[in-house]
């Protein structure tokens, strides 16, 4: 196995990805662990999500609430249910909220900059806004409002299978170059891919985390793909995607997914990386921890009432799908404390505008 001894080059991600003696995996835990706590320390940080609109104008092949997924019923939440949800964050102890929805035109600029200045006056928590692809007046509108971060994943850096999975979209550089102009109107700036969506081969998810280092992020979401029954994903797309990557598939579990958790750790050490939901998904009983304690700082406790959480289905058996924002957040404090981490109290802000990328750690 080509393991560079000087870097984290392709070859080297490559081989990581696809190491299976527990031994050696032991180390790379150990390394992601080690780059973690050296630059972004014990404290796991609390965000806050709201769902805030399951509105989609977007034909995302593996996604729930897109559409071409079987229909759900529809809804946005009005800014007095947003602020609710945004006070109980804060009554919490978070210092952000995270506020997501499909792509939702409903959700205009105009409207979204108000109720991101209603919170911001109420609460100066952090926001986050994770809402799809919008215009760089929208993007603008929303930052001058008071709107902190922007989470948008580019799904893959495979042009040919972005465009597969993502039809009539445009082209996958529109993802890349919003984030670019985010970056330069002053957002932290998030993306992220799924692990194991039919398609993605080796080679591609090793660029996809090369591809994190070089836009230098300062968040980073990775999660397993979970196949929606009915979507083009689930059905013939799907496998055809999978016969043509041949051998070369990568599987959508969790031990590839802490393996992409662990090296975007050490590709990225100042980034705030989440255990996300969709680990603890596919592995309830451990998914958040191991991703905690191989490399992710972050929990995105859900906060979205529960009457609209279950039709916010991204993907089926989301973990917490019925637990109350007050049980789902203690249990996740306690799983936190249990692992001698302490609470992040505070907004969190990206380490890396602190402290330059450095070289990651060697693999021999
Ligand atoms: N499985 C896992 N993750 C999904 N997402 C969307 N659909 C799925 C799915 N079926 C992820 C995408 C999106 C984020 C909000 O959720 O990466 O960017």
Same mark, same amino acid.
Not at 54 to 74: F, L, M
Not at 198 to 213: E, I, M, N
Not at 222 to 237: D, F, H
Not at 291 to 302: C, E, I, S, T
């Given at each position: 196995?080509?393991?560079? +001894? ?5 070859? #080297? *991600? ?12 032991? /180390? ?32 995302? @092949? ?18 007095? &249910?947003?602020? $609710?949800? &945004? ?17 939702? +035109? ?19 928590? @952090? ?6 692809? /919008? ?23 495979? =042009?040919?299978?972005?465009?597969? =999975? ?50 230098? *992020? ?16 689930? !059905? ?8 043509? #990557?041949?051998?070369?598939? $990568? ?22 990386? %989440?255990?996300?939901? @969709? ?16 490399? &992710?700082?972050?929990?995105? %406790? ?7 959480? *279950? ?13 109350? &924002? ?7 404090? !306690?799983?936190?404390? #249990?692992?001698?981490?302490? =609470? ?5 802000? #990206? /380490?890396?505008?602190?402290? %330059? =990328? ?7």
């Amino acid at each position: 196995m080509a393991k560079d +001894p000087d870097s984290l080059a392709k070859d #080297s *991600v490559k081989a990581w990805l696809q190491e299976s003696d527990p031994r050696e995996l032991d /180390r790379l835990w150990q390394q992601a662990n080690e780059a973690r706590r050296n630059n972004v320390g014990n404290e796991v940080w609390l965000r806050g999500l709201i769902e805030i609109s399951n509105h989609c104008v977007r034909s995302c @092949a593996y996604c729930g609430i897109s559409q071409c997924a079987p229909a759900t019923k529809k809804y946005r939440m009005g800014l007095k &249910a947003i602020l $609710v949800a &945004a006070k109980q964050a804060l009554d919490f102890g978070f210092g952000t909220i995270v506020l997501q929805a499909g792509e939702d +035109p409903g959700l205009t600029g105009p409207w979204m900059a108000e109720a991101v200045e209603s919170i911001k006056s109420k609460t100066n928590l @952090a926001i986050t806004l994770s809402l799809g692809e /919008r215009s760089e007046t929208d993007l603008k509108l929303w930052r001058q409002a008071g709107a902190d971060r922007y989470l948008l994943r580019f799904e893959t850096s495979d =042009i040919e299978l972005y465009r597969q =999975i993502h039809p009539n979209l445009g082209r996958q550089s529109d993802r890349l170059a919003q984030l670019d102009s985010m970056r330069l109107m002053g957002y932290e700036i998030g993306t992220g891919v799924m692990i194991g969506i039919p398609g993605q081969t080796w080679d591609s998810l090793a660029d996809d985390l090369l591809l994190f280092r070089q836009f230098d *992020v300062d968040m980073i979401g990775i999660g397993p793909y979970l196949e929606v029954s009915g979507t083009p994903l689930a !059905g013939e797309l799907g496998s055809r995607l999978k016969s043509v #990557s041949g051998g070369g598939q $990568v599987p959508n579990d969790d031990l590839t997914t802490l393996k992409a958790i662990a090296l975007a750790r050490l590709l990225c050490p100042f980034a705030n990386i %989440p255990a996300t939901t @969709a680990l603890a998904t596919i592995n309830p009983n451990d998914g958040r921890s191991l991703g905690l304690q191989r490399g &992710a700082n972050v929990v995105m %406790p859900n906060m979205t009432p529960l009457e609209y959480r *279950v039709l916010y289905q991204i993907y089926p058996g989301k973990a917490g799908l019925h637990e109350t &924002a007050d049980i789902s957040s203690k249990k996740i404090e !306690g799983q936190i404390t #249990s692992l001698g981490r302490t =609470i992040g109290r505070g907004p969190g802000a #990206s /380490r890396r505008l602190l402290a %330059p =990328i450095q070289n990651p750690i060697a693999k021999s």
